[in-house]
């Protein structure tokens, strides 16, 4: 197991690895769990061991990050009478975790949250950093807040539920804090699988160049921009093909288009290391 301390602006723990879930201590006060129904038996098991009676499944994808979703499970914790001491657990890949941390931003004015990311996308990059919000018609993550986790629990078990192409494409993020970073490690995704021995290690050294760069500039006033490379033209393919395209396999072509700007302005060849990450992914052709 891999334990982080992210300490600005907020300090909260980052655990990675298998048995995380042991590390869970039951909320103080009332709680309300938010999951996916992809990963409903590993949410219900977290329910059960922390005595959450309130709970609401939701189907997850894009489809989730919309003001008619964001507005039902405001009004799920307000049916309930749940007041501002409560915890909202949030299981699920990454745009759980978006529109979850945005409930809990927004719920008589921030309630704190607890965050369980269950794909390598949620776990490298919607999870960790503070980032929340949710999509309207004219654009993606038009409406968010920054809102810091009291913690991120991310259990591995649960990376062995996806399908192979999910599980790839959510790397992809961390690829690209090896491109950021410069370590190469990172680079190197090609022997990866849900049951690799180096996956927790990898993982950990991927959240870890996030951290570094969000402690320095939580609010993405500067340096934190960085975190945006592939991003520009990866939006614009969710968008044109209505999210079809998954966000992993359009920051991969958001890498190319960017590698080869930057080379054809005179800047380092990016270019071998991103073929590579093309070549293993196999995204759907544009």
Do not use: C
């Not at 309130?54 to 990050?65: D, V, W």
């Not at 980032?131 to 649960?158: D, R, S």
């Amino acid at each position: 197991m891999r334990r982080l301390i992210v300490r600005n602006p907020v300090s909260y723990p980052i655990l990675i690895g298998e048995g995380v879930l042991e590390e869970v201590r039951t909320p103080e006060g009332p709680s309300a769990l938010l999951y996916d129904r992809r990963v409903e038996g590993f949410a219900l098991k977290l329910a059960e061991r922390l005595g959450v009676q309130h709970q609401l499944g939701l189907e997850g994808g894009e489809g989730a990050k919309t003001l008619a979703v964001y507005g039902r499970v405001l009004s799920f914790l307000a049916e309930k009478g749940l007041p501002r001491n409560t915890t909202l657990l949030v299981v699920g890949g990454g745009t759980l975790t978006d529109l979850g941390g945005f409930v809990a931003a927004t719920y008589l004015r921030g309630i704190p949250y607890l965050s369980f990311p269950t794909t390598t996308l949620s776990v490298v990059d919607a999870s960790v950093g503070g980032k929340t919000g949710i999509n309207l018609p004219e654009g993606k993550n038009l409406v968010g807040a920054f809102h810091f986790p009291q913690g991120v629990y991310a259990e591995l078990e649960a990376l062995k539920t996806l399908p192979p192409f999910t599980f790839k494409e959510g790397l992809v993020e961390a690829f690209k804090h090896g491109i950021i970073s410069g370590e190469e490690g990172l680079l190197e995704v090609e022997d990866l699988t849900p049951e690799s021995p180096r996956l927790e290690a990898y993982l950990a050294q991927a959240v870890a160049v996030k951290v570094r760069i969000t402690e320095q500039d939580p609010t993405e006033k500067g340096e934190r921009r960085l975190l945006n490379l592939g991003h520009t033209l990866g939006h614009a393919l969710e968008a044109y093909t209505h999210h079809a395209l998954p966000h992993g396999a359009a920051v991969a072509y958001g890498l190319l288009f960017a590698a080869l700007l930057g080379k054809a302005l005179g800047g380092e060849d990016l270019l071998p290391p991103i073929r590579r990450l093309l070549g293993w992914l196999s995204p759907p052709p544009l």
